[in-house]
């Protein structure tokens, strides 16, 4: 291991490097003395990780706990080299300790640990920090102690498992599910302190693969092994390692209460577990919904903001494109503008039909049938306002008193053309609507923001559906609904696939 300085330099004032005692991709950890005999730990903070390393020290210069790594002060050398002045460790990191415990540490020092790494982790969080690289390698045991450190963010993302750091957040057999899409809160640090527990207590980690983008998949779709997990710790690692972060502690104070707490419950007894038949590889739809389930949910305020915006939006894209419309199927005269008109209403009407309900579907599964039947009776409701829009009214009030209950006739229903058109616009539009997956164009978590293969889906159910009732103008509406739609609905592109593992074939 080669470091940038060697013994005896003097890269600071009052301090004096002895050795190297780490590297990554963080930068390079020496072990130094001041001018007085105090041991400290000089961190020399790589450039391309410099803000985001130190901002994270920044945050955490001036807090004081029995259980976390002292930082002293935050230095600039000559050649502007940016250095952390923190407590020097003696011990080991717990990294070092698993490696030599692969069947997991005794369960009394497990669970010693633990409750002060939670202690560690709960002051963070109760000083607005969240750590976001929690793992063995930045936690360190001396006499007995426990030091949690680390706290600035590196950046490299790796398969190591101990070793290894991050390019967004975290060590990828740490990361919780959630960290994928962005949107994340301290519940990334219980889940990987839920990781952590598990390793100490079985001496390898509940996912592992031959490559990151492996790891990543199986944390996101497959659920722990716990049979390698004392029986009193199996429910508290399970809530750790949920899925959905609601699901799991609120708090590092919670889980360790609940730790402290299962010495006094008796262990209960283990049944024999058949070995499970191998797991088939997750389809692209298992794994969104996984993905679904693991995100946060999000408030009421947020999702009704969401989607007045794709509402209003939809609104100016219908008037752009049924004005397209007009002018490639040249439309003029008062006629044309009354059917642009209609259609551009009927096409507003559509785009709401499919993003009110599925902006509130979002996370609900295995629901196909149930959607269907709602947007059957959407698309009923869409019939009727086709057919109000084209002059048709279920009742006619006597002129000049259009609110008086009486005297009223329907000429829709007292006529073979009303009937006809009624049942006409009804079929077409129900059956329409209850055809076509339109939920799935308005789901987040889709494979691509704007997909062709929607737009077609839609396009050949609304003029093979012409057979019933020819109207251009409302097929034009659905299909530039299904358009429209995934245009304006929130979007996030799905993690990346797992890499499959190689297989080498000899002669």
Request: charged share 20%.
């Amino acid at each position: 291991m080669k470091f940038t300085y060697s013994s005896g330099q003097r890269v600071l004032d009052s301090y004096t490097l002895k050795r190297g005692i780490g590297q990554g991709g963080f930068g390079e950890v020496y072990y130094a003395v001041s001018d007085g005999g105090k041991e400290v730990a000089l961190k020399l903070v790589h450039s391309h990780n410099r803000d985001i390393e130190l901002r994270g020290m920044a945050q955490c210069l001036n807090l004081k706990h029995p259980n976390l790594l002292d930082l002293y002060d935050l230095r600039t050398d000559e050649d502007g080299n940016h250095w952390v002045v923190m407590e020097y460790v003696a011990g080991d990191t717990l990294s070092t300790i698993l490696n030599r415990h692969p069947h997991g540490l005794p369960k009394e020092l497990a669970h010693q640990w633990f409750l002060d790494l939670a202690k560690a982790i709960g002051y963070l969080h109760d000083h607005g920090i969240v750590h976001r690289d929690l793992k063995p390698g930045n936690i360190f045991i001396e006499n007995g102690i426990v030091k949690l450190g680390d706290y600035g963010l590196s950046k490299c993302i790796s398969s190591s498992q101990r070793t290894a750091q991050t390019q967004s957040v975290g060590t990828v057999h740490y990361m919780a599910p959630e960290v994928s899409t962005g949107n994340y809160n301290k519940q990334i640090d219980i889940y990987a302190a839920g990781v952590i527990f598990y390793e100490m207590l079985t001496g390898r980690v509940p996912f592992d693969g031959e490559s990151a983008g492996e790891i990543l998949m199986k944390h996101l779709t497959s659920a722990p092994d716990l049979s390698p997990v004392p029986g009193e710790y199996v429910p508290i690692i399970a809530k750790a390692l949920a899925k959905n972060p609601a699901h799991r502690y609120s708090s590092m104070a919670e889980m360790a209460r609940d730790v402290e707490g299962s010495n006094n419950r008796p262990e209960p007894p283990r049944q024999a577990v058949p070995p499970s038949p191998a797991r088939p590889r997750p389809n692209a739809r298992q794994v969104q919904e996984s993905i679904l389930h693991a995100l946060p949910a999000a408030s009421l305020r947020v999702q009704v903001g969401e989607l007045f915006g794709s509402m209003a939006l939809s609104v100016l894209l219908a008037l752009l494109l049924c004005t397209l419309w007009a002018r490639f199927a040249a439309l003029n005269g008062a006629d044309a503008l009354t059917r642009i008109g209609s259609g551009f209403f009927l096409t507003v009407a559509a785009c709401w039909a499919v993003l009110i309900p599925s902006k509130f579907w979002q996370r609900r599964r295995n629901d196909s049938a149930y959607r269907r039947l709602v947007m059957l009776f959407v698309g009923l409701l869409l019939g009727l306002l086709a057919l109000w829009l084209d002059g048709w009214s279920l009742v006619s009030w006597p002129k000049g008193r259009p609110f008086e209950f009486k005297n009223w006739s329907s000429p829709l229903l007292q006529t073979n053309e009303g009937f006809s058109n009624l049942a006409g616009y009804l079929s077409y539009f129900g059956l329409t609507f209850f055809s076509v997956r339109w939920w799935r164009m308005a789901e987040r978590m889709r494979s691509s923001r704007v997909s062709l293969l929607p737009v077609m889906a839609a396009s050949f159910w609304a003029l093979i559906l012409q057979l019933i009732w020819p109207d251009t103008r409302a097929a034009i509406a659905l299909i530039l609904a299904s358009l429209i739609v995934q245009i304006v609905s929130p979007w996030a592109p799905p993690p990346p696939r797992a890499a499959r593992p190689m297989r080498l074939r000899y002669a």
